[in-house]
């Protein structure tokens, strides 16, 4: 062997690393061979179920096809929903009536076929998400069969479908201001409500993350407390109507004793805590008597309690209702409003121990401070309807009361 050959091992094999090549796509044939089984079948989907579950077919790689087949009856051209070029059946969900008797059966198949194979849920996902995105490429009634179909979904708790891929697709600024987002979502809920209890449906939104923006569903034009209860009303929705009330009526009142709070907790200007509280009374329509409460509320919450120390915390509770005592004044100002001061007072001294034995003291400052009229106090006194703490109270009141007749017979 010459110096210059380099030696090698005697029959050693050198191998190579073998390539994975994938099998092309072929969502045609795979598209072809279920529309043949709903057409074998004549759409009989109990039959086409079965076949479905039994056939030698890659689902996992053509999941989002075998939706597109179920819903549209065959193929769609990539990335929209107009209809491919294939085999088509015409027993898919948009071509029957827009009615829960012919939708239903429907709902209960994809169920069979999700209990098989699970893994599906996320093809129905996809495909789900990127129709009702597209949702002005289909006709009035094709939407209204898609929201007959979803709520359904939910009412059959299909396994897994989450709310929120039904319900932020929706919120796409050019579907909500054409007015088909409100149409869809309207269909939507008479649809769920038919077999579901309002709470069922509020929880439905809470999940789907749009409970607190039902008004985003409406055309910005549009998005008013007002059209929502006209346009709810008229479809037959009244008790939605109600719940969005209350809720809107709910976040005033959170708002308004934030910004209270805030105010009071800064010591700001008396008069100028005054003013914004006229201001938001005026723009949110609150009853007087809310307005009332949350005063209470607001002043009360600004007190930095200290610790376990009684006598301190008396103090302070006292000096609290002394210096806003002109804001209390300023909206007590029937019999009626004072008087539930007074159950306000009850009640939280009722209900924090710190406060039990201070509701005669608050109530004597708050006379002193022409907040709460003699008459108000006698009539709380002898009639007041809240049981909480009342002989307790009426009993701690007494003297007070002794003195405010004495003084009235000696006028």
């Given amino acids: 062997m010459s110096s210059k050959e380099r030696p090698t091992l005697g029959g050693a094999r050198i191998k190579t690393r073998k390539r994975n090549?994938?099998?092309?796509l072929d969502p045609t044939t795979f598209a072809d061979a279920v529309v043949q089984i709903y057409l074998e079948h004549e759409g009989d989907l109990e039959l086409v179920?079965?076949?479905?579950?039994?056939?030698?077919?890659?689902?996992?790689?053509?999941?989002?096809?075998?939706?597109?087949?179920?819903?549209?009856?065959?193929?769609?051209?990539?990335?929209?929903?107009?209809?491919e070029e294939g085999d088509r059946h015409p027993y898919a969900v948009l071509n029957c009536e827009p009615a829960r008797q012919n939708i239903l059966p429907s709902v209960l198949y994809i169920q069979k076929i999700l209990r098989r194979r699970p893994f599906l849920i996320k093809n129905l996902e996809n495909v789900m998400r990127r129709f009702l995105q597209s949702l002005e490429l289909f006709e009035d009634n094709e939407r209204k069969k898609l929201a007959i179909f979803t709520s359904l979904t939910f009412?059959?708790?299909l396994s897994g479908l989450p709310p929120e891929t039904v319900f932020q697709p929706l919120l796409k600024d050019n579907l909500v201001s054409k007015g088909i987002?409100?149409?869809?979502?309207?269909?939507?809920?008479?649809?769920?409500?038919?077999?579901?209890?309002l709470d069922d449906l509020i929880a439905l939104l809470k999940r789907g993350k749009i409970e607190d923006?039902?008004?985003?569903?409406?055309?910005?034009?549009k998005r008013t407390t007002e059209a929502f209860a006209e346009h709810f009303s008229k479809e037959g929705l009244g008790t939605l109507v109600e719940y969005n009330e209350?809720?809107?009526?709910?976040?005033?009142?959170?708002?308004?004793?934030?910004?209270?709070?805030t105010l009071i907790a800064e010591n700001a200007d008396i008069t100028e805590v005054i003013e914004t509280v006229k201001q938001r009374h005026k723009e949110s329509k609150l009853p007087d008597i809310e307005v009332v409460r949350i005063l209470w509320d607001a002043i009360m919450?600004?007190?930095q309690w200290s610790g376990k120390n009684q006598q301190q915390n008396s103090n302070l509770a006292l000096r609290q209702v002394k210096t806003w005592a002109k804001l209390l004044d300023s909206f007590c100002t029937t019999a009626k409003l004072q008087l539930e001061i007074m159950?306000?007072?009850?009640?939280?001294?009722?209900?924090?121990a710190k406060l039990m034995k201070l509701f005669p003291e608050i109530v004597r400052s708050l006379y002193d401070e022409e907040v709460l009229a003699e008459d108000t106090i006698l009539m709380w006194f002898r009639k007041g309807g809240n049981p909480k703490g009342r002989q307790t109270f009426v009993k701690s009141l007494e003297p007070f009361v002794k003195w405010l007749e004495e003084a009235e017979e000696e006028e």
């Fill in 301 to 303: 919450d600004a007190v």
């Fill in 21 to 24: 090549i994938a099998a092309p």
């Fill in 343 to 352: 159950y306000k007072i009850q009640i939280q001294c009722y209900e924090d």
């Fill in 246 to 261: 209350k809720k809107m009526f709910d976040v005033k009142l959170k708002d308004m004793k934030s910004a209270l709070t």
């Fill in 181 to 197: 987002v409100l149409s869809f979502i309207t269909d939507f809920f008479k649809e769920y409500l038919v077999d579901n209890s």
């Fill in 213 to 221: 923006n039902l008004l985003d569903l409406f055309p910005i034009q």
């Fill in 155 to 157: 009412s059959q708790k």
């Fill in 49 to 83: 179920a079965k076949s479905i579950e039994s056939a030698d077919l890659d689902f996992s790689r053509y999941g989002d096809t075998f939706f597109e087949v179920f819903f549209i009856g065959g193929r769609t051209q990539p990335g929209t929903v107009k209809p």
